[in-house]
Protein backbone atom coordinates (compact mmCIF):
# COMPACT_ATOMS: atom_id res chain seq x y z
CA UNK A 1 0.00 0.00 0.00
CA UNK A 2 1.23 3.25 -0.66
CA UNK A 3 0.56 7.16 0.11
CA UNK A 4 -1.81 7.46 -2.83
CA UNK A 5 -3.68 4.45 -1.77
CA UNK A 6 -4.89 6.19 1.53
CA UNK A 7 -6.45 8.95 0.33
CA UNK A 8 -9.57 8.58 0.39
CA UNK A 9 -9.40 6.62 3.69
CA UNK A 10 -8.85 7.57 7.41
CA UNK A 11 -5.56 7.20 8.27
CA UNK A 12 -4.54 6.62 11.88
CA UNK A 13 -0.69 7.01 12.74
CA UNK A 14 -0.35 4.37 15.79
CA UNK A 15 2.75 5.33 17.64
CA UNK A 16 4.35 8.70 17.47
CA UNK A 17 8.48 8.53 18.17
CA UNK A 18 10.72 9.47 15.31
CA UNK A 19 8.92 7.34 12.39
CA UNK A 20 5.39 8.26 13.65
CA UNK A 21 6.65 12.30 12.97
CA UNK A 22 8.27 11.14 10.02
CA UNK A 23 5.18 9.53 8.45
CA UNK A 24 2.91 12.06 9.52
CA UNK A 25 5.00 14.76 7.29
CA UNK A 26 5.14 12.55 4.35
CA UNK A 27 1.21 11.82 4.33
CA UNK A 28 0.69 15.58 4.57
CA UNK A 29 3.23 16.43 2.18
CA UNK A 30 1.43 14.19 -0.27
CA UNK A 31 -1.74 15.60 0.61
CA UNK A 32 -3.55 13.20 2.72
CA UNK A 33 -5.94 15.06 4.22
CA UNK A 34 -7.67 12.85 7.22
CA UNK A 35 -4.70 12.30 9.73
CA UNK A 36 -4.91 11.38 13.32
CA UNK A 37 -2.21 10.02 15.84
CA UNK A 38 -2.42 8.38 18.40
CA UNK A 39 -0.43 6.77 21.00
CA UNK A 40 -0.74 5.13 24.53
CA UNK A 41 -0.01 8.45 26.21
CA UNK A 42 -0.76 11.68 25.29
CA UNK A 43 0.92 13.75 22.75
CA UNK A 44 1.00 17.24 22.15
CA UNK A 45 0.31 17.52 18.62
CA UNK A 46 -3.35 18.99 16.91
CA UNK A 47 -3.76 15.33 15.08
CA UNK A 48 -3.71 13.76 18.50
CA UNK A 49 -6.68 11.92 19.49
CA UNK A 50 -6.98 9.15 22.70
CA UNK A 51 -6.55 5.83 21.94
CA UNK A 52 -9.86 4.84 23.43
CA UNK A 53 -11.56 7.73 21.20
CA UNK A 54 -10.00 6.75 17.78
CA UNK A 55 -12.63 5.90 15.70
CA UNK A 56 -11.86 2.32 13.04
CA UNK A 57 -14.16 1.07 10.67
CA UNK A 58 -13.22 -1.00 7.03
CA UNK A 59 -11.88 2.22 5.67
CA UNK A 60 -9.20 3.21 7.80
CA UNK A 61 -5.71 2.22 7.50
CA UNK A 62 -3.28 2.32 10.92
CA UNK A 63 0.03 3.14 10.12
CA UNK A 64 2.22 1.29 13.62
CA UNK A 65 5.17 2.20 14.69
CA UNK A 66 7.96 -0.60 14.72
CA UNK A 67 8.10 -0.54 18.81
CA UNK A 68 4.18 -1.52 18.91
CA UNK A 69 3.49 -5.69 18.69
CA UNK A 70 1.61 -6.58 16.28
CA UNK A 71 0.00 -8.72 19.48
CA UNK A 72 -0.59 -5.45 20.93
CA UNK A 73 -4.28 -4.93 22.38
CA UNK A 74 -5.54 -2.16 20.38
CA UNK A 75 -4.20 -4.12 16.77
CA UNK A 76 -5.69 -6.59 17.58
CA UNK A 77 -9.64 -4.85 18.08
CA UNK A 78 -8.87 -2.84 15.50
CA UNK A 79 -7.98 -5.78 12.71
CA UNK A 80 -11.17 -7.63 13.71
CA UNK A 81 -12.77 -4.05 13.37
CA UNK A 82 -11.26 -4.01 9.42
CA UNK A 83 -8.92 -1.76 9.46
CA UNK A 84 -5.84 -2.67 7.25
CA UNK A 85 -2.59 -2.43 9.76
CA UNK A 86 0.94 -1.47 8.13
CA UNK A 87 3.87 0.43 8.76
CA UNK A 88 5.92 3.13 7.59
CA UNK A 89 8.44 0.10 6.48
CA UNK A 90 5.68 -1.35 4.13
CA UNK A 91 4.76 2.35 2.66
CA UNK A 92 8.50 3.53 1.95
CA UNK A 93 8.62 -0.35 0.48
CA UNK A 94 5.73 0.31 -2.00
CA UNK A 95 6.57 3.36 -3.19
CA UNK A 96 10.27 2.42 -3.65
CA UNK A 97 10.52 -0.70 -5.10
CA UNK A 98 11.33 -0.67 -8.72
CA UNK A 99 13.06 2.87 -8.53
CA UNK A 100 16.74 2.92 -8.27
CA UNK A 101 17.88 -0.62 -5.61
CA UNK A 102 16.46 -0.81 -2.39
CA UNK A 103 19.38 -2.97 -0.18
CA UNK A 104 18.14 -4.50 2.78
CA UNK A 105 20.34 -5.47 6.16
CA UNK A 106 19.14 -7.23 8.90
CA UNK A 107 20.74 -9.72 11.15
CA UNK A 108 21.01 -9.94 14.94
CA UNK A 109 24.01 -8.05 15.51
CA UNK A 110 26.21 -5.97 12.89
CA UNK A 111 23.26 -3.75 11.44
CA UNK A 112 24.77 -1.23 11.76
CA UNK A 113 27.95 -1.71 10.99
CA UNK A 114 27.49 -3.78 7.55
CA UNK A 115 24.35 -1.22 6.50
CA UNK A 116 27.18 2.16 7.24
CA UNK A 117 29.99 0.53 5.95
CA UNK A 118 27.97 -0.83 2.53
CA UNK A 119 26.87 2.55 2.26
CA UNK A 120 30.17 4.05 2.37
CA UNK A 121 31.14 1.86 -0.51
CA UNK A 122 28.71 2.28 -2.52
CA UNK A 123 29.24 6.46 -2.26
CA UNK A 124 32.66 5.57 -2.89
CA UNK A 125 31.96 4.36 -6.00
CA UNK A 126 30.50 7.23 -6.98
CA UNK A 127 26.51 6.07 -6.70
CA UNK A 128 23.82 8.15 -4.86
CA UNK A 129 23.17 6.37 -1.84
CA UNK A 130 21.14 6.88 1.15
CA UNK A 131 21.25 5.09 4.73
CA UNK A 132 18.04 4.95 5.97
CA UNK A 133 16.11 2.55 8.64
CA UNK A 134 16.42 1.38 12.25
CA UNK A 135 20.16 3.05 12.24
CA UNK A 136 17.91 6.33 12.80
CA UNK A 137 16.76 7.85 9.82
CA UNK A 138 13.35 6.90 9.15
CA UNK A 139 13.06 5.18 5.54
CA UNK A 140 9.49 7.08 4.71
CA UNK A 141 11.13 10.27 4.99
CA UNK A 142 13.09 9.56 1.52
CA UNK A 143 11.00 8.54 -0.51
CA UNK A 144 11.13 11.07 -2.56
CA UNK A 145 14.65 10.42 -3.54
CA UNK A 146 15.75 10.49 -7.26
CA UNK A 147 14.90 7.44 -9.06
CA UNK A 148 18.75 6.42 -9.26
CA UNK A 149 18.96 6.49 -5.52
CA UNK A 150 20.32 3.13 -4.16
CA UNK A 151 19.43 2.94 -0.50
CA UNK A 152 20.56 0.65 2.30
CA UNK A 153 18.17 0.06 4.74
CA UNK A 154 18.97 -1.70 8.07
CA UNK A 155 15.78 -3.48 9.22
CA UNK A 156 15.35 -4.38 12.90
CA UNK A 157 13.10 -7.26 13.56
CA UNK A 158 10.20 -4.95 14.86
CA UNK A 159 10.29 -3.50 10.79
CA UNK A 160 10.28 -6.97 9.61
CA UNK A 161 7.58 -8.57 11.54
CA UNK A 162 5.26 -7.41 8.76
CA UNK A 163 6.77 -6.86 5.57
CA UNK A 164 4.97 -7.04 2.78
CA UNK A 165 7.30 -6.01 0.05
CA UNK A 166 11.06 -7.45 0.05
CA UNK A 167 13.83 -5.40 -0.98
CA UNK A 168 15.60 -6.02 -4.26
CA UNK A 169 18.81 -7.53 -2.33
CA UNK A 170 18.29 -8.51 1.26
CA UNK A 171 21.42 -8.98 3.67
CA UNK A 172 21.00 -11.74 6.88
CA UNK A 173 24.22 -11.65 8.41
CA UNK A 174 23.59 -13.95 11.54
CA UNK A 175 20.78 -15.77 13.58
CA UNK A 176 20.63 -15.37 17.55
CA UNK A 177 18.11 -15.15 20.50
CA UNK A 178 16.75 -11.79 21.05
CA UNK A 179 13.93 -9.47 21.77
CA UNK A 180 12.08 -12.66 23.56
CA UNK A 181 9.68 -9.86 25.19
CA UNK A 182 8.84 -8.42 22.21
CA UNK A 183 8.02 -11.74 19.84
CA UNK A 184 7.40 -13.90 22.43
CA UNK A 185 9.65 -16.87 21.30
CA UNK A 186 12.95 -17.14 19.95
CA UNK A 187 11.00 -18.72 16.85
CA UNK A 188 8.65 -16.20 16.82
CA UNK A 189 12.22 -13.30 16.35
CA UNK A 190 13.92 -15.43 13.72
CA UNK A 191 11.09 -16.09 11.82
CA UNK A 192 10.61 -12.35 11.59
CA UNK A 193 14.40 -11.81 10.68
CA UNK A 194 13.76 -14.41 7.98
CA UNK A 195 10.82 -12.89 6.70
CA UNK A 196 13.20 -10.64 4.18
CA UNK A 197 14.09 -13.33 2.28
CA UNK A 198 10.24 -15.43 2.56
CA UNK A 199 8.66 -12.06 0.67
CA UNK A 200 10.99 -12.11 -1.90
CA UNK A 201 9.74 -12.60 -5.65
CA UNK A 202 11.38 -13.30 -8.72
CA UNK A 203 14.55 -10.86 -9.31
CA UNK A 204 14.87 -10.39 -5.61
CA UNK A 205 18.55 -11.45 -3.92
CA UNK A 206 19.02 -12.76 -0.70
CA UNK A 207 22.57 -12.46 0.87
CA UNK A 208 23.16 -14.65 3.72
CA UNK A 209 24.97 -16.67 6.32
CA UNK A 210 25.27 -19.94 5.62
CA UNK A 211 27.09 -20.55 9.12
CA UNK A 212 23.55 -20.92 9.75
CA UNK A 213 21.42 -24.00 9.46
CA UNK A 214 17.80 -21.56 9.49
CA UNK A 215 19.18 -19.44 6.86
CA UNK A 216 20.72 -22.56 4.47
CA UNK A 217 17.04 -23.67 4.67
CA UNK A 218 15.70 -20.53 4.01
CA UNK A 219 18.08 -20.00 0.75
CA UNK A 220 16.85 -23.63 0.04
CA UNK A 221 13.22 -22.18 -0.57
CA UNK A 222 14.64 -18.91 -2.19
CA UNK A 223 16.70 -21.13 -4.37
CA UNK A 224 18.25 -19.38 -7.49
CA UNK A 225 17.68 -15.99 -5.71
CA UNK A 226 19.67 -16.71 -2.81
CA UNK A 227 23.93 -15.88 -2.44
CA UNK A 228 25.62 -17.10 0.25
CA UNK A 229 28.07 -14.53 1.95
CA UNK A 230 31.56 -15.07 0.17
CA UNK A 231 34.40 -16.43 1.98
CA UNK A 232 38.04 -15.97 2.76
CA UNK A 233 39.23 -12.46 0.84
CA UNK A 234 41.44 -11.68 4.30
CA UNK A 235 43.70 -9.86 1.74
CA UNK A 236 40.69 -7.06 0.82
CA UNK A 237 40.43 -6.82 4.58
CA UNK A 238 43.36 -5.99 5.58
CA UNK A 239 42.88 -2.25 5.77
CA UNK A 240 40.12 -2.23 7.55
CA UNK A 241 40.02 -0.44 10.83
CA UNK A 242 37.31 -2.57 12.26
CA UNK A 243 38.35 -5.07 14.86
CA UNK A 244 37.47 -8.92 15.40
CA UNK A 245 36.65 -11.89 13.13
CA UNK A 246 32.95 -10.88 13.54
CA UNK A 247 33.63 -7.82 12.00
CA UNK A 248 35.28 -9.32 9.15
CA UNK A 249 32.35 -11.51 8.28
CA UNK A 250 29.95 -8.39 8.36
CA UNK A 251 33.13 -6.72 5.67
CA UNK A 252 32.58 -9.78 3.85
CA UNK A 253 28.75 -9.64 3.14
CA UNK A 254 29.20 -5.93 2.29
CA UNK A 255 31.87 -7.50 -0.51
CA UNK A 256 28.86 -9.82 -1.64
CA UNK A 257 26.04 -6.95 -1.74
CA UNK A 258 28.61 -5.10 -3.80
CA UNK A 259 29.98 -7.04 -6.43
CA UNK A 260 26.10 -7.91 -6.77
CA UNK A 261 25.68 -3.94 -7.57
CA UNK A 262 29.15 -4.31 -10.18
CA UNK A 263 30.86 -2.56 -7.91
CA UNK A 264 35.03 -3.06 -9.11
CA UNK A 265 36.56 -4.91 -6.00
CA UNK A 266 39.49 -2.07 -6.14
CA UNK A 267 36.61 0.20 -5.04
CA UNK A 268 35.79 -1.77 -2.10
CA UNK A 269 39.23 -2.25 -1.15
CA UNK A 270 39.42 1.65 -0.71
CA UNK A 271 36.36 2.09 0.77
CA UNK A 272 37.35 -0.56 3.22
CA UNK A 273 40.53 1.97 3.99
CA UNK A 274 38.65 4.89 4.55
CA UNK A 275 35.90 3.92 6.73
CA UNK A 276 35.58 4.57 9.96
CA UNK A 277 34.01 2.92 12.58
CA UNK A 278 30.66 3.01 14.75
CA UNK A 279 30.68 4.40 18.13
CA UNK A 280 30.31 2.08 21.17
CA UNK A 281 31.27 -0.72 19.00
CA UNK A 282 34.67 -1.61 20.07
CA UNK A 283 35.73 1.85 20.75
CA UNK A 284 38.75 2.80 22.43
CA UNK A 285 37.77 5.15 24.92
CA UNK A 286 41.45 6.36 26.55
CA UNK A 287 44.29 4.83 28.23
CA UNK A 288 44.51 5.06 31.61
CA UNK A 289 47.42 4.40 33.70
CA UNK A 290 48.46 1.93 31.25
CA UNK A 291 45.25 0.41 30.67
CA UNK A 292 43.04 0.37 27.84
CA UNK A 293 39.56 1.12 28.34
CA UNK A 294 36.97 -0.07 25.35
CA UNK A 295 33.38 0.84 24.64
CA UNK A 296 31.13 -2.38 23.35
CA UNK A 297 27.95 -1.13 24.34
CA UNK A 298 26.48 -2.20 21.76
CA UNK A 299 26.91 -5.52 22.60
CA UNK A 300 23.28 -7.03 23.71
CA UNK A 301 23.57 -10.72 23.75
CA UNK A 302 26.30 -13.33 25.02
CA UNK A 303 27.16 -14.42 21.36
CA UNK A 304 28.09 -10.24 20.72
CA UNK A 305 29.69 -10.20 23.84
CA UNK A 306 32.19 -13.28 22.97
CA UNK A 307 33.28 -11.96 19.91
CA UNK A 308 34.53 -8.57 21.38
CA UNK A 309 36.63 -10.85 24.01
CA UNK A 310 38.11 -13.03 21.28
CA UNK A 311 39.57 -9.33 19.72
CA UNK A 312 41.17 -9.15 23.50
CA UNK A 313 41.46 -12.39 25.44
CA UNK A 314 45.62 -12.73 24.72
CA UNK A 315 45.88 -9.43 27.58
CA UNK A 316 44.86 -9.03 31.04
CA UNK A 317 41.04 -8.73 30.90
CA UNK A 318 39.03 -6.85 33.23
CA UNK A 319 35.12 -6.92 31.03
CA UNK A 320 31.99 -5.08 32.69
CA UNK A 321 28.92 -7.38 32.16
CA UNK A 322 25.44 -7.41 32.77
CA UNK A 323 21.87 -5.10 32.02
CA UNK A 324 18.14 -6.14 32.20
CA UNK A 325 17.80 -9.22 32.01
CA UNK A 326 15.84 -11.31 29.11
CA UNK A 327 16.49 -14.71 30.19
CA UNK A 328 19.87 -15.47 28.29
CA UNK A 329 21.67 -18.56 28.17
CA UNK A 330 25.11 -17.27 29.82
CA UNK A 331 26.47 -20.87 29.83
CA UNK A 332 29.04 -20.52 27.08
CA UNK A 333 29.42 -16.81 27.74
CA UNK A 334 31.34 -18.21 31.37
CA UNK A 335 32.88 -20.85 29.79
CA UNK A 336 34.79 -18.56 27.40
CA UNK A 337 36.16 -16.40 29.87
CA UNK A 338 36.97 -19.38 32.05
CA UNK A 339 39.51 -20.40 29.14
CA UNK A 340 41.31 -16.63 30.00
CA UNK A 341 44.32 -16.56 32.32
CA UNK A 342 43.79 -13.09 33.65
CA UNK A 343 39.74 -11.98 33.85
CA UNK A 344 37.87 -10.72 35.79
CA UNK A 345 34.08 -9.88 35.45
CA UNK A 346 32.15 -7.06 36.85
CA UNK A 347 28.97 -7.32 36.96
CA UNK A 348 25.99 -4.45 36.71
CA UNK A 349 22.62 -4.66 38.37
CA UNK A 350 19.79 -6.66 36.31
CA UNK A 351 22.75 -9.13 36.06
CA UNK A 352 22.03 -12.53 38.24
CA UNK A 353 21.92 -14.95 35.45
CA UNK A 354 25.09 -13.59 34.42
CA UNK A 355 26.49 -13.83 37.88
CA UNK A 356 25.20 -17.42 38.62
CA UNK A 357 27.01 -18.80 35.32
CA UNK A 358 30.05 -17.31 35.93
CA UNK A 359 30.22 -18.48 39.38
CA UNK A 360 29.34 -22.26 37.90
CA UNK A 361 32.33 -22.02 35.38
CA UNK A 362 34.55 -20.64 38.36
CA UNK A 363 35.07 -17.44 36.81
CA UNK A 364 36.38 -14.48 39.28
CA UNK A 365 33.29 -11.97 39.71
CA UNK A 366 32.69 -8.99 41.85
CA UNK A 367 29.48 -7.09 41.94
CA UNK A 368 29.17 -3.36 40.99
CA UNK A 369 26.58 -0.76 41.47
CA UNK A 370 27.49 2.31 38.69
CA UNK A 371 30.33 2.34 35.90
CA UNK A 372 32.43 4.87 38.08
CA UNK A 373 33.02 2.09 40.27
CA UNK A 374 33.64 -0.58 37.75
CA UNK A 375 36.12 1.52 36.32
CA UNK A 376 37.75 2.23 39.47
CA UNK A 377 38.33 -1.58 40.00
CA UNK A 378 39.70 -1.70 37.07
CA UNK A 379 42.01 0.51 37.16
CA UNK A 380 43.11 -1.30 41.06
CA UNK A 381 42.75 -4.91 39.36
CA UNK A 382 44.70 -4.38 35.96
CA UNK A 383 48.37 -3.71 35.12
CA UNK A 384 50.18 -1.90 32.36
CA UNK A 385 48.75 -3.60 29.05
CA UNK A 386 45.55 -4.64 30.68
CA UNK A 387 42.10 -4.31 28.98
CA UNK A 388 38.56 -3.21 30.51
CA UNK A 389 36.17 -4.02 28.38
CA UNK A 390 32.47 -2.84 28.67
CA UNK A 391 30.63 -6.25 26.23
CA UNK A 392 27.72 -6.16 28.68
CA UNK A 393 26.07 -8.89 26.76
CA UNK A 394 22.55 -7.38 27.98
CA UNK A 395 20.39 -4.76 26.90
CA UNK A 396 20.63 -1.12 28.74
CA UNK A 397 17.08 -0.48 29.88
CA UNK A 398 16.61 -0.29 33.47
CA UNK A 399 19.61 1.64 34.51
CA UNK A 400 20.30 3.99 30.66
CA UNK A 401 17.80 4.87 28.64
CA UNK A 402 19.80 2.53 26.15
CA UNK A 403 22.96 1.87 24.90
CA UNK A 404 24.48 4.72 23.47
CA UNK A 405 23.79 6.46 27.11
CA UNK A 406 25.40 3.42 28.61
CA UNK A 407 28.29 3.85 26.19
CA UNK A 408 28.49 7.79 26.31
CA UNK A 409 28.43 7.28 30.61
CA UNK A 410 31.36 4.94 30.42
CA UNK A 411 33.16 7.19 28.36
CA UNK A 412 32.73 10.11 30.92
CA UNK A 413 33.57 7.83 34.05
CA UNK A 414 36.64 6.54 32.63
CA UNK A 415 37.50 10.53 31.28
CA UNK A 416 36.69 11.31 35.76
CA UNK A 417 39.61 8.82 36.56
CA UNK A 418 42.15 9.82 34.43
Request: hydrophobic share 40%; net charge negative.
Given at each position: MGINDSKDKRVVIFGYGREGQATLAALRARGVIDVVVTDEKNIDVPEFVKVDDVVIDGQTVVIKAPGIPLSNLWIAKWQKAGAVITSSTNIFMAERKGRGKIVGVTGTKGKSTTASLLAHVIGEAGKPVKLVGNIGVPSISEIGADDETIFVVEMSSYQLADLEIAPDIGVILNLYEEHMDWHGSVGEYQQAKMRIGEVMTIGDVLVYNA??????????????????????????????????????????????????????????????????????????????????????????????AMAAIDVYAGKPLVIILGGQDRGYNFEQLAKRLSAIDEVLALVMPGGDNVFAALADEGVAAERVSTLDEAVEKSLVHLVKGGVCLLSPASPSYGQFKNFEERGRMFAEAVRRAR
Open positions: KFLQLVELAGRVQDQARPIVEGEDEMLNSLKLLGEHNKENARAVLTVARILNIDDEVTEKAFASFQPLPHRLQFIAEVRGVQFVNDSISTTPES
